[in-house]
């Protein structure tokens, strides 16, 4: 990689990394991706690497030496850095908090630490709405609180978020802090509509969810929330948060359940569980704002709903490819 300007890319294996290296890469910049497989990806890296602005180096993103060192392998200097490694397995989180702490804390202060030996100049980072905890009916707008997140996943996002303002505040030229709720796409690493595509898989008869359908969540395809990260790399600031996500309530489980069973085997019979909660640490409803976004100039393409129709198309489709 013969450039003095890199982006580096942490977590760029995985699904978001997938699609925001291709983005980059596409707009001509030299990209390095640090990504320690924890999560498979040997695929998508394997296809990244075919062009030759991207290069990739396995290494744990809460070591700052490994970084520095696969970093001098390259050559060049990193300017920026895209922070997306954590840990994606919320389940694996709830059952061992030290998973959390490792993936999703550690890396942010691992990669801080790169950066100050590098000289790095911008953090773009990938929080979380799972910062904010429960607020129930009240709009959640980006200066609210206090912050009482309910998981270990957003604990440690909230932990990361802080120790960036100190980096700010003591070496770190500019953060960019984009918090946003689920996002959805393909190739699919995770989540909702990956879960009941494997389980309808695996037993085309019966589709059975976590909890009564009832849980509301706003959902954001990929391309737009890459869109949005855009959009706020160009806005004047040392330290900027941003809430990003589609402009609406959301759309219910039971939503995504049917659509789901639609597309991928339509005799099949949906059984729901009992309460709204899906999982320990689940929020089963929340009102997000991306007005300071909205205002700022970006709006997102597509609804909740549009967005789960397009991402279950997209993920059925990159699943019978393999
Ligand atoms: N997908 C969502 O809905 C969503 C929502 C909010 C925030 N986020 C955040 O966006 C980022 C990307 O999420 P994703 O959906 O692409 O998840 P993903 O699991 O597909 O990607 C995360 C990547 O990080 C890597 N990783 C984990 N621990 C690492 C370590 N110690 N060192 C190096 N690499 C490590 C994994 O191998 C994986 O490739 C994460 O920070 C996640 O918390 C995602």
């Known amino acids: 990689m013969n450039s003095d300007q890199i982006s580096v890319v942490t977590g760029g294996a995985g699904f978001i990394g997938k699609n925001l290296v291709e983005r980059l890469a596409a707009s001509g910049q030299c990209v390095l991706i640090f990504d320690d497989l924890s999560r498979g990806g040997e695929d998508r890296i394997t296809s990244l690497v075919e062009n030759p602005l991207v290069q990739f180096r396995q290494v744990d993103c809460a070591d700052p030496h490994a970084m520095s060192e696969a970093l001098a392998s390259v050559g060049g200097q990193a300017h920026t850095v ?28 691992g990669v801080l630490e790169f950066m100050r030996s590098a000289g790095a100049n911008t953090l773009r980072f990938a929080s979380s709405s799972a910062i904010y905890g429960p607020f129930g009916d009240v709009a959640i707008f980006e200066d609210i609180g206090p912050l009482a997140p309910i998981s270990n996943y957003g604990a440690m996002k909230l932990a990361s978020e802080a120790q960036i303002n100190a980096a700010v505040e003591a070496f770190l030229p500019r953060a960019e802090v984009y918090r946003f709720p689920n996002v959805v796409g393909a190739p699919a690493t995770h989540g909702v509509i990956f879960d009941f595509v494997n389980k309808l898989q695996k037993n085309p008869m019966e589709l059975t969810v976590l909890g009564d359908g009832t849980q509301r969540k706003a959902y954001l395809h990929v391309h737009d929330l890459i869109g949005a990260m855009f959009h706020i790399s160009k806005l004047d600031g040392r330290r900027l948060t941003f809430n990003i996500g589609p402009q609406d309530e959301g759309v219910t489980v039971r939503f995504i359940a049917e659509t789901v069973r639609d597309k991928v085997s339509p005799a099949a019979a949906i059984s729901y569980g009992e309460g709204r909660r899906g999982w320990v640490g689940d929020i089963p409803s929340f009102h997000y704002s991306v007005q300071k976004l909205v205002d700022s100039g970006w709006a997102p393409s597509r609804s909740s709903a549009e967005t789960i129709v397009c991402a279950v198309d997209e993920i059925v489709e990159s699943r019978l490819s393999v």
Not at 83 to 105: E, K, M, Y
């Open 82 to 109: 895209w922070h997306l490694a954590a840990n994606s397995d919320i389940p694996a989180g709830v059952a061992d908090p030290r998973i959390d702490l490792h993936r999703t804390f550690q890396t942010t202060f």
